[in-house]
């Protein structure tokens, strides 16, 4: 498990943060439902390179949540750019997964954050995106809210299962879900499904063209939620390579493949030592 010491304000909420390793910065940046605990299997093979900071979005993971609380995709971008201020950050390497790829890519055309390469992977980026369940919790969320703790139990873990293409350990459903349970856990759970919006990628889609750093797109094969299709047009955009598949992987490829992704961010960061190893 990743260790979050630490606690920062931001937009009127409690963020918490953690970095490991030295040389110069990387920061990480998990996607939904999930929080920085999908890195727990990649940041232990970059802090020989890199001074990783991983974080929790705000209303996910060990970060605030609260009843009435803006956690949509509007607000974490504000938060990543805040967060590169307090920890004195000009280009940092970036990796980023899922609504952290829609966060880096909203921050870099909204807020002018630059960075010293990019590293995205089963983004949500373009249109359309968004499950049915997605579509059916936006309409009934207090229902979803306040239903029994046993029938939540099994939508979360089903639902979460979904992300994998193949089947999720016992400890990842347990470290996955746990945020997501209680009193104040559930009602954030379904929270964050409710004020996901396409209109924050919109906002943003027209604007994207070749990024000022390299650029490399991944994408698993199997991903349910958001087609390799996207991976290939989302590359087109951004990047001068093409999107790198990823085989036996869905859109958790943390789980699935994580020695994919911290080969690509190794030879993102540090081409010329992999090539002369």
């Given amino acids: 498990m990743l260790d979050l010491p630490n606690t920062s304000i931001i937009e009127g909420n409690s963020v918490r943060w953690g970095k490991s390793g030295q040389g110069p910065a990387l920061v990480a940046i998990h996607g939904t439902p999930f929080s920085s605990q999908v890195w ?17 979005l705000v209303g996910y993971g060990q970060s605030e949540m609260r009843d009435g609380q803006d956690v949509s995709l509007a607000v974490q971008n504000k938060v990543l750019t805040a967060l590169f ?14 609504f952290g790829g829609a966060t880096a890519l909203r921050a ?7 960075y010293g390469s990019l590293t ?13 369940l997605v579509q059916h919790v936006r309409q009934h969320e207090a229902a979803f809210s306040g239903m029994p703790n046993y029938m939540h ?14 089947p999720l350990s016992e400890e990842a459903l347990e470290i996955y879900c746990a945020p997501w349970t209680g009193q104040i856990g559930q009602p954030a759970f379904y929270r964050q499904i409710a004020q996901m919006d396409q209109k924050y990628t919109d906002e943003i889609q027209s604007l994207y063209s070749r990024m000022d ?20 047009q989302l590359a087109m955009y951004l990047s001068d390579k093409d999107c790198i598949p990823i085989p036996d992987a869905g859109h958790l490829v943390q789980e ?7 080969a690509a961010i190794l030879e993102q960061i540090l081409p010329d030592q992999l090539t002369r190893s």
Avoid: M
């Fill in 85 to 98: 201020r307090e920890w004195d950050l000009e280009q940092p390497d970036i990796l980023a997964h899922d």
């Fill in 153 to 166: 139990q099994a939508i979360l873990r089903a639902y979460l299962q979904t992300a994998a293409h193949n």
């Fill in 120 to 132: 995205i992977f089963d983004a949500v980026a373009l249109a359309p995106w968004g499950s049915p």
């Fill in 40 to 56: 727990r299997r990649i940041i232990p093979h970059l802090i020989d390179h890199r001074s990783v900071y991983y974080f929790d």
């Fill in 108 to 114: 870099y055309y909204l807020n002018g954050l630059r």
């Fill in 256 to 262: 699935d493949r994580p020695e994919a992704i911290i």
């Fill in 213 to 232: 750093c390299p650029v490399t797109v991944l994408w698993g094969e199997k991903d349910e939620w958001i087609p390799a299709r996207t991976g290939r």
